[in-house]
């Protein structure tokens, strides 16, 4: 079974610049979580999809935003990109819920410049 | 808010030495508590899981225990490896947003 890809693998940007991330979670799990981890400073909770659906988001402003396509993959996309926007961007999925714990991907690390 | 507070790292030990990684977590309700670990260049493995208290996590010789009384869940392991160098974070289930939040995480350096 393959677990949660995610793509590119690394993505340089200069700052300013609006960056696309891509999430596929694994097979029959309909919910999708996205964090950041920057350096030092944990893992911050983004945005959480389910059946298509915004159902959450972190302390972000609106230049954070995404979706959730039919067949359950997602994207996660940075607009107007400032340097603390560096940091690796982890997706998540899950087919019950927090109470059970979710999958993670490789994630995706962002540089801006 | 729920939180989750962790030791900081990093914590270094020689090979076959015990291991101790304390986590408290403060939360309303009965969340679920987690480890997981993430390994240079990769993403985080859920190690281990507890959803009611009292309840014990365990997997590849790491033990946690739900302790409420305490509102604990320190992660051990009796005899360490090089292999066990890695960032392990504690988690809770947040089941109001339905969500896990994460400790700051340890980092483990493993000497031989």
């Known amino acids: 079974e393959a677990g949660v890809t995610q793509s590119p693998t690394h993505l340089i940007k200069t700052r300013g610049q609006q960056a696309t991330l891509r999430c596929s979670p694994i097979s029959g799990h309909t919910s999708v979580y996205w964090y950041q981890q920057a350096l030092g400073l944990g893992l911050q909770f983004l945005l959480w999809y389910d059946e298509g659906e915004e159902r959450n988001r972190g302390n972000f402003p609106p230049r954070f935003s995404g979706r959730q396509f039919p067949n359950y993959s997602s994207e996660l996309n940075v607009n107007a990109l400032e340097l603390e926007d560096s940091a690796l961007y982890l997706c998540a999925s899950s087919s019950q819920g927090a109470d059970y714990g979710y999958t993670f991907g490789s994630g995706t690390r962002l540089t801006v410049v | ?112």
């Open chain 2, 1 to 112: 808010g729920n939180s989750v507070t962790q030791m900081e790292g990093p914590v270094t030990l020689s090979e076959e030495a015990f291991l101790t990684i304390n986590c408290t977590y403060t939360a309303t309700g009965y969340p679920s508590l987690f480890w997981y670990v993430q390994y240079p260049g990769e993403g985080l493995q859920l190690l281990l899981k507890a959803t009611k208290a009292d309840d014990k996590g365990s997997n590849k010789g790491f033990e946690a225990t739900y302790r409420k009384e305490t509102t604990s869940f320190h992660l051990e392991k009796g005899s360490v490896q090089v292999s066990d160098s890695a960032v392990y974070f504690c988690a809770l289930s947040d089941r109001g947003d339905d969500k896990i939040i994460f400790g700051k995480g340890t980092r483990l350096h493993i000497l031989p």
